[in-house]
């Protein structure tokens, strides 16, 4: 069975903190993907990567870094983390044989930044 | 950018009833995905319907889909308590090489039983 893990299900931060989001895949999947989600916006993409330390900025990338180091993980950095970063995050993979352009995903990570 | 807007934001019908939401899109695109979301969880992919193609069934749903209007539609038919959720329609815009999707902002479902 294909799996998205992602390493926390809730986190809770304070405002300044370097926060790490941890992903990892089994699928051998070429794509990852963070995005974030919040009440009446849907799902946003922060960054995305279609290679091992490739990285391509999605639609809000200001105040987050990635590092794809291995092909299965992507991490998300949130470098000083701010009230406003309080979400729910997301990461996603794609790239299986026959069906490349379908998305999986983790059960996502509540963050609570205070 | 927010690609696809969803159509209506909630809905609420009885069990056995059936259930239609509605996507609109402003670029051009290769395909379209329904994905479904349960409280608090992550997506899972439903049904993916490409430019060419004007109707698709997968079980009980049923996805339309108009490029002439920029628009597609996605119905459950008898609904169950189950089918409970948030439904999101993703799209991969004219650029397509690195599965990038863009998602509408959904419509959550309920069901009662």
């Known amino acids: 069975d294909v799996k998205v893990t992602q390493s926390s299900r809730y986190l809770v931060k304070r405002t300044g903190e370097k926060v790490f989001l941890e992903c990892v895949q089994d699928?051998?999947?070429?794509?990852m993907f963070w995005y974030r989600q919040d009440p009446g916006l849907g799902l946003r993409l922060i960054y995305f990567s279609y290679d091992v330390k490739m990285k391509e900025k999605g639609d809000i990338p200001e105040g987050y870094s990635v590092s794809r180091e291995k092909k299965e993980r992507f991490s998300l950095i949130l470098e000083s983390a701010s009230t406003n970063q309080t979400s729910m995050y997301l990461c996603a993979s794609s790239g299986a044989e026959g069906s490349r352009e379908k998305l999986f995903f983790g059960s996502g990570t509540q963050l609570s930044v205070l | 950018s927010q690609q696809g807007e969803e159509d209506p934001q909630a809905l609420s019908i009885q069990e056995g009833e059936n259930a239609t939401m509605n996507c609109s899109y402003k670029?051009?695109?290769?395909?379209l995905q329904w994905y479904r979301q349960n409280s608090g969880r992550g997506l899972v992919h439903l049904i993916l319907i490409r430019s060419n193609e004007r109707e698709k069934h997968s079980g009980r749903l049923r996805v339309t889909l108009d490029t002439s209007k920029k628009s597609s539609s996605l119905l459950i038919t008898a609904s169950r308590a189950a089918d409970t959720a948030s439904y999101f329609c993703a799209t991969d815009g004219p650029s397509s090489n690195t599965g990038k999707l863009i998602f509408g902002q959904g419509t959550t479902l309920q069901v009662k039983p």
């Open positions: 670029t051009s695109i290769n395909n």
């Open positions: 699928m051998d999947h070429e794509n």
